[in-house]
């Protein structure tokens, strides 16, 4: 069993570091802020999810797994309402110019 848990953290972990790099890859070619904004903040959202529950199997502690899922959903809430106020300063600048 320990073999399988290990191929399953290997595997999310894997995927997770690839949305990263994805969203860096994104962050850097897309045309627009805008673009740049929503590309990077689904990568690092969807990546860290992926890490999370790769490292789930292997907290010491289900209180170590409930910090790792805490962790996690902070995470998601700052990242959508700081992509919100990004978006909409944006939006603003662009409507002034």
Known sequence: MSAALDVFSLLAIGAGVFFFVAGTVALVRFPDSLSRLHALTKADNL???????GLLPRAGSPLAALKLVVLWALVQVSSATVAQ???????RRDAET
Do not use: H, K, N
Not at 85 to 91: K, M, N, P, T
């Open 47 to 53: 990546g860290l999810g992926l890490v999370v529950i």
């Open 85 to 91: 106020l990004i978006g909409g300063a944006l939006r």
